[in-house]
């Protein structure tokens, strides 16, 4: 099969497209042939070599991947041959999600519904597993509370509007692009804030009277930290989701309002965490209330371009890869 592999950590030119011999699934594993795999910023992080966990070299990116199943290991009696699906995680690092099969603990893969294509099945697990985390594991969200989902066009971004607007939240989003801000609309936000703008968070607090936003779900940590804290209503939930540098804060916004700043790494969450999550995704996505957003699809080959676009300013849905 072809998949891209990482011989050594590095910028995005790492990204080589090998012929590689196809995985077997053993005891308790499926093996799914990839129709499209999921480009998220942790990807370029742990493909830099500046992430906490890190695989052992060669490996092949990716966890977000939906396909059809192509075989079933001994013991696998959920699926068959044939069946849609999509993925949670794979088994990496011999196989990630960017390649032409991908193998996979069969509790690590789950139905995808007729009505979603495998593109939107690829912007599901990484993307709506770490929004719905944010959103009632870390934040304990709660309905008729008000919500600021900073980067709001965004894969996860996106996902966080969706559901938060399904949990009966006041939701307010934020986007840099003009075709940013007309999909954060469209999906369910009560409001919409340029971020480009030095007034959008004074904006925040006229439409909150004053108050602030009880839950801000920041996907750009290192610039907005402090904004946050100066907005963030009393009691109020942070949850740092991105992050790519430094910032100094003044811990006294956090004290005075007796704030939490929350931080999340998908990867912490406990297998019951992880059930939850998916058993809410898949209710979503069947009944329409969830409607993942793909912005843009190259081929497998051009995951270098996919590297570099998914960290560019002014994001819109998510990207995906096409073996």
């Not at 080589?16 to 093996?31: A, I, N, S």
């Not at 919500?147 to 009966?168: C, D, E, K, M, N």
Request: aromatic share 4%; glycine share 12%.
């Amino acid at each position: 099969m072809r998949a891209i592999r990482v011989h050594k950590f590095g910028g995005p030119e790492v990204l080589q497209l090998d012929e590689v011999t196809d995985p077997k699934p053993g005891p308790g594993q499926v093996l799914v042939r990839v129709r499209a795999a999921g480009v998220n910023p942790v990807d370029t992080y742990v493909r830099s070599g500046n992430y906490a966990m890190l695989p052992a070299l060669p490996y092949i990116p990716g966890n977000d991947c939906a396909g059809v199943i192509e075989t079933v290991g001994d013991g696998v009696a959920r699926f068959k041959k044939g069946d849609r699906v999509y993925v949670v995680r794979t088994i990496t690092p011999m196989s990630g999600a960017y390649a032409e099969l991908a193998l996979c603990d069969a509790s690590m893969v789950h139905p995808l519904p007729t009505n979603v294509s495998f593109s939107q099945g690829a912007a599901l697990s990484v993307p709506y597993g770490t929004a719905y985390r944010g959103l009632h594991h870390k934040a304990h969200a709660r309905p008729g509370e008000t919500i600021l989902v900073h980067g709001a066009s965004g894969g996860v971004g996106i996902a966080a509007v969706q559901l938060a607007r399904a949990h009966g939240m006041i939701v307010v989003g934020t986007a840099g692009s003009e075709r940013g801000r007309k999909l954060v609309q469209e999906h369910g936000a009560h409001h919409v804030l340029d971020h480009s703008t030095p007034d959008y968070l004074q904006k925040l607090m006229e439409l909150t009277g004053g108050r602030g936003a009880d839950v801000i779900l920041e996907m750009l940590a290192n610039v907005n930290l402090q904004k946050d804290l100066d907005v963030v209503a009393r009691f109020g939930r942070i949850v740092v989701i991105g992050n790519r540098g430094s910032i100094e804060i003044n811990p006294r916004g956090a004290m005075g309002k007796d704030a939490a700043i929350l931080g999340l790494a998908l990867w912490n969450a406990s297998p019951e965490e992880m059930a939850s999550i998916h058993a809410a995704v898949g209710a979503g996505l069947a009944n329409g209330t969830l409607e993942p957003v793909v912005g843009q699809e190259l081929p497998l080959k051009e995951a270098v371009r996919a590297h570099e676009a998914v960290l560019k300013p002014g994001a819109y849905g998510k990207i995906v890869l096409i073996p």
